[in-house]
């Protein structure tokens, strides 16, 4: 039996779990995770198993160790002959028929993270009712200290474990989503960013060759320190790519000649995209979610109801009136997001963070099938993409947006969280600089939406030690204002946002 006081706890946070490699994510730690998750695994009809990972320092080694306990379980085991995205082994599971995957991964978090996500039978996000289950499971294996494992090349040699190439299986769904051909012969110039991540090669070789269009990459190489940024496609993690894309426009727009039509970034393993104008301008990630929203329903013809998190943007709802269709607001994470989408039959599902997951694919965030579409509306529109978002104003008015992230110290995360939710609960603001709180949101951080029509939110993040601020409003400088008074409001220094009262 584990002792009370060395017991770890493992819990999913928004996606999985995620720990410091050494520190808590540790082998032992890992295999009662993988035992739990097999545990889990044995009541499934198949008794089959995807097993993927990033790039991260390890992450290879410990995909092979929870293959040994799955194997021993008496699960077929499949796992990646290689880094690979998190929706490629998600697409896997369908393409196998598996039960589930296990995939090896931080996602975004910086480089001394690694994590676990379990994709259940359906291709998605595990949601809270089978996360449940699996922390369940793990809890009774760590009070059992019990794992059973079987020797790697023993379970190769027998076939419990298979290595396997994931990629055709993935690129022949892609080219049903997304009008490959079209891409091919328009003469497009991309660069992809995977932020040496796992997406490295993925833009690529969907592409191919086979016409004008060329797809460029900068950051493809494996490096497990991500080169000293944290691989989530956000403006400063993007500095070097957006200086590159700039540089090419300047050199278009003085010759007529090199520049690229589109920047696509992806995260650390590729679920999340970051999007780069022609003129080397970041297209935020609200922007994103309303251009494809645009996309899908205006220029694809597409009909459903779409869903969003409550981190995401309001020009959703306009769109949503301007198309006659639905649209839903959730808890932050695909595990509400995309049971949503299968619930409703939606044509989407975004948020705040870069992850979009498209009906006809699976109900989970794809960064790289987002990435596409991207390409195929500039082609279908006919239009530079700076000129696709002007549009996009002029149809639903300007809304700009901002988040500020506070980092906080992890050993007193939970602390922290607790008594700041207690603070900001008991003393909610009526009004937000100068504006009127007509509604509240709290099943999920505190979400203040204000007469203006602009809103302010305040949330913990589930998968790093950070409180975030988010805001979206009519100018940006209405958003700085909003932000600075929840941040007043909360304690925080102005001067020093990372100072926590």
């Known amino acids: 039996m584990t002792s009370a006081a060395a017991r770890p706890v493992i819990r999913f946070g928004t996606d999985g779990w995620r720990g410091i490699i050494a520190d808590d994510f540790t082998f032992q730690n ?26 991260r320092f390890g992450a290879d080694r410990f995909a092979q160790e929870v293959a040994r306990i799955t194997a021993a379980a008496g699960i077929k085991t499949y796992l990646t002959d290689a880094p690979s995205p998190t929706q490629v082994s998600s697409w896997t599971i369908l393409e196998l028929q598996a ?42 294996v760590i009070d059992a200290d019990q794992v059973g494992l079987i020797d790697f090349q023993e379970a190769l040699d027998g076939g419990a474990v298979e290595v396997i190439d994931p990629r055709p299986a993935y690129h022949r769904q892609i080219s049903k989503m997304v009008d490959l051909d079209a891409i091919r012969a328009a003469g497009l110039k991309i660069l992809h960013d995977p932020m040496y991540g796992s ?32 691989p989530e496609p956000i403006p400063q993690n993007l500095r070097a790519t957006l200086d590159l894309m700039r540089q090419g426009h300047e050199g ?30 970041f ?36 769109l949503a009136q301007i198309h006659g269709v639905e649209c839903h607001e959730v808890q932050v994470g695909f595990k509400y997001v995309g049971p949503k989408m ?18 006809g694919h699976i109900p ?25 978002l002007a549009e996009l104003t002029e149809k639903v008015g300007p809304h700009f947006y901002d988040r500020r992230d506070v980092n906080l110290p992890r050993e007193a995360f939970e602390e922290i969280k607790s008594s700041t939710y207690q603070r900001f609960g008991a003393a909610m603001p009526a009004e937000v600089a100068g504006s009127r709180v007509v509604r509240t949101r709290s099943d999920d951080g505190f979400k203040l939406y204000l007469e203006d029509g602009a809103w302010v939110l305040v949330r913990f993040s589930g998968t790093e030690p950070l409180l975030r601020i988010y805001s979206e409003a009519p100018s940006r400088e209405r958003v700085a204002e909003l932000i600075g008074a929840i941040a007043a409001h909360l304690g925080l220094d102005a001067a020093n946002p990372n100072a926590h009262a």
């Not at 890992?30 to 790039?55: M, T």
């Not at 727009?253 to 080397?280: K, P, Q, S």
Request: glycine share 16%.
């Open 342 to 359: 299968i619930e409703t039959g939606a044509v989407m599902g975004g948020e705040e963070s870069g992850g979009f997951g498209f009906r």
């Open 30 to 55: 890992v295999r009662y995770a993988a035992q739990g998750i097999a545990n889990f695994l044995r009541a499934r009809p198949e008794h089959k198993v995807v097993i993927g990972y990033d790039c």
């Open 99 to 140: 039960d589930g995957a296990i995939v090896l991964t931080a996602s975004h978090n910086p480089a001394a993270f690694l994590g676990i996500k379990y994709k259940p039978e359906y291709a998605g996000s595990a949601s809270p009712e089978v996360v449940a289950e699996l922390e369940a499971e793990i809890a009774a």
């Open 199 to 230: 997406g490295a090669g993925y833009v690529a070789d969907i592409v191919g060759p086979g016409g004008p269009t060329r797809v460029d990459q900068v950051r493809a190489e494996r490096n497990p320190g991500f080169g000293g940024i944290h």
């Open 364 to 388: 989970e965030r794809d960064g790289i099938l987002a990435g596409l579409y991207f390409a195929d509306m500039i082609v279908k529109a006919g239009r530079p993409l700076s000129r696709i």
């Open 252 to 281: 278009r727009m003085a010759t007529g000649e090199g520049g690229w039509d589109l920047g696509i970034a992806t995260d650390g393993d590729a679920d999340r995209v970051g999007i780069v104008d022609e003129t080397g301008t």
């Open 283 to 318: 297209v935020n990630q609200l922007q994103v979610y309303a251009l494809l929203m645009d996309y899908l329903l205006g220029t694809l013809g597409w009909r459903g109801p779409v869903v969003r998190t409550l981190t995401s943007t309001s020009m959703a709802d306009r």
